[in-house]
């Protein structure tokens, strides 16, 4: 199976990687830390600025594979700090609508570029 990869305007990859591959029924978006890509630096603000720049990023990528937010089935969430966990929450619950995706939350060390989140996704196409 050959991968077919979707790059979207709206996103910036910090690596040898695309920003998501279509494989068949199922989208795999790369994980996106909150680079502003009009500027391609860190978007300055806290925990809620840099978890909304994800965001935007990410559907950014969903747009430009024809897919929208009620497509993602299982959402990965990378912290840097544990401590921004209820305000990961407050950002993560206005990009969703009840039955939320699945989801993983995962403290690490450290993310690319000084990032304090970074998240990926899965999204079914109908």
């Known amino acids: 199976m050959s991968r077919k990869a979707i790059n979207a305007k709206g996103a910036i990859?910090?690596?040898?990687?695309?920003?998501?591959?279509d494989a068949g029924?199922?989208?795999?978006?790369?994980?996106?830390?909150?680079i502003d890509s009009n500027t391609g630096k860190l978007v300055e603000g806290d925990i809620s600025a840099q978890t909304?720049?994800?965001?935007?990023?990410?559907?950014?990528?969903?747009?430009?594979?024809?897919l929208k937010p009620e497509h993602v089935i299982k959402v990965n969430v990378?912290?840097?700090?544990m401590d921004n966990f209820r305000a990961l929450n407050e950002v993560y619950e206005k990009q969703f609508t009840s039955p939320y995706p699945?989801?993983?939350?995962?403290?690490?060390?450290?993310?690319p570029l000084g990032?304090?989140?970074?998240i990926e996704m899965i999204a079914k196409k109908n």
Do not use: M, W
Not at 15 to 21: D, E, N, R, T, V
Not at 25 to 34: C, R, V
Not at 102 to 111: D, M, N, W
């Open 52 to 66: 909304k720049q994800c965001f935007i990023n990410l559907f950014n990528v969903l747009d430009a594979a024809g």
């Open 102 to 111: 699945a989801r993983t939350t995962i403290g690490v060390a450290s993310l």
């Open 78 to 81: 990378f912290l840097t700090n």
């Open 13 to 21: 990859a910090v690596g040898p990687y695309s920003h998501a591959i």
């Open 25 to 34: 029924e199922t989208l795999y978006l790369s994980g996106q830390t909150p």
């Open 115 to 118: 990032a304090e989140v970074e």
